[in-house]
Nanobody
Framework: QVQLVESGGGLVQPGGSLKLSCAASGRTVRDSIMAWFRQAPGKEREFVAIISWSGGNADTYYADSVKGRFAISRDNAKSTAYLQMNSLKSEDTALYYC???????????????????WGQGTQVTVSS
C-alpha cells in the first residue's frame, strides 16, 4: 500500500482560496491515478477530482460541483498531488481526503470503493 498525508487545510472566507497537498510514500505512485474526495458532517464521502499520469501526459476529471473552481495537479518527482481550490463556498466545507491504489476504477465515475489507500484527511472550513 501507499501511505498518504494531506496538508494545507484551514479556515478561509467565502470567495477565498486554499491549496491542498497530498504527499505519497511507500510504493511509487509515479504512474498511478490519484484522487481527492471530501466528506461533510452527516454526509457520505464524495468524489472531488482525479488525475492520471501516463506517458508524460495528465488527464483530469472533476465533480460538477467544483468544475471551473478547483484544479488538481501532481508533481511526480515529489510524489505529491495538489488540489488548488478557488472561489470557495460554504458548501465546500468538509474533511478532504487523498486517495490512491485504484481497483476497478471508471475514471469518469470514481467511487470510494475504487481506492485502497487513503490519507487521514485535512479539514477545510469556509466561513465568514
Amino acid at each position: 500500500q501507499v501511505q498518504l498525508v494531506e496538508s494545507g487545510g484551514g479556515l478561509v472566507q467565502p470567495g477565498g482560496s486554499l491549496k491542498l497537498s497530498c504527499a505519497a510514500s511507500g510504493r511509487t505512485v509515479r504512474d498511478s491515478i490519484m484522487a481527492w474526495f471530501r466528506q461533510a458532517p452527516g454526509k457520505e464521502r464524495e468524489f472531488v477530482a482525479i488525475i492520471s499520469w501516463s506517458g508524460g501526459n495528465a488527464d483530469t476529471y472533476y465533480a460538477d460541483s467544483v468544475k471551473g473552481r478547483f484544479a488538481i495537479s501532481r508533481d511526480n518527482a515529489k510524489s505529491t498531488a495538489y488540489l488548488q481550490m478557488n472561489s470557495l463556498k460554504s458548501e465546500d466545507t468538509a474533511l478532504y481526503y487523498c486517495a490512491a491504489d485504484q481497483i476497478g476504477l471508471n475514471f469518469y465515475n470514481p467511487a470510494v470503493r475504487n481506492f485502497q489507500s487513503w490519507g487521514q484527511g485535512t479539514q477545510v472550513t469556509v466561513s465568514s
